[in-house]
């Protein structure tokens, strides 16, 4: 079965104004002895339709290269944000850049078609703490946080 979005519908959704649903505040649980998670579903500003949710997670809450986000689109990961501490090389070709980095996913190609899913550098992310890095990712993908937001650990 196809995707339903094109790669084109995919950009507009990602860099339209979003929020969470009914402006709720995002809140982090522990899943885990030290590990915590946010899941989030979004609602677009200009009242388009589209099934958006937002999943933050850290491995450590303490430690912020366990931190990774996700970006779904009708339960198909569209987007994501993750740290590597080395550089991952595949026919002596990066595959994998050392640092932040998003992944730009199209879910309408094969897992092995060129340009399925592409990796770019993100050196402006680096995070404090799972709070300032959930910040920083609702920025990068035009995410909207409530006014009177308490983001709880």
């Known amino acids: 079965m196809r995707f339903p979005y094109s790669m084109a519908q995919i950009t507009d959704v990602v860099a339209a104004e979003k929020h969470p649903r009914d402006w709720e505040s995002l809140a982090f649980k522990s899943s885990g002895e030290a590990s915590s998670q946010c899941d989030s579903w979004l609602e677009r500003t200009d009242g388009k339709l589209d099934r958006i949710r937002l999943i933050v997670r850290a491995g450590r809450v303490e430690l912020p290269s366990s931190y990774q986000a996700a970006l779904l689109l009708e339960d198909e990961r569209i987007r994501g944000i993750d740290y590597h501490a080395v550089p991952r090389n ?9 640092g932040w980095h998003e992944d730009i996913i199209d879910p309408n190609k094969g897992a092995t078609e060129k340009g399925q899913h592409e990796r770019v550098d993100l050196p402006d992310i680096e995070p404090y703490d799972l709070v ?22």
Do not use: A, G, M
């Open 90 to 98: 595949r026919f002596y070709k990066q595959t994998i850049p050392k």
């Open 132 to 153: 300032d890095f959930l910040r920083k990712v609702c920025k990068h993908w035009n995410i909207l946080l409530p006014p009177d937001s308490e983001t709880l650990l």
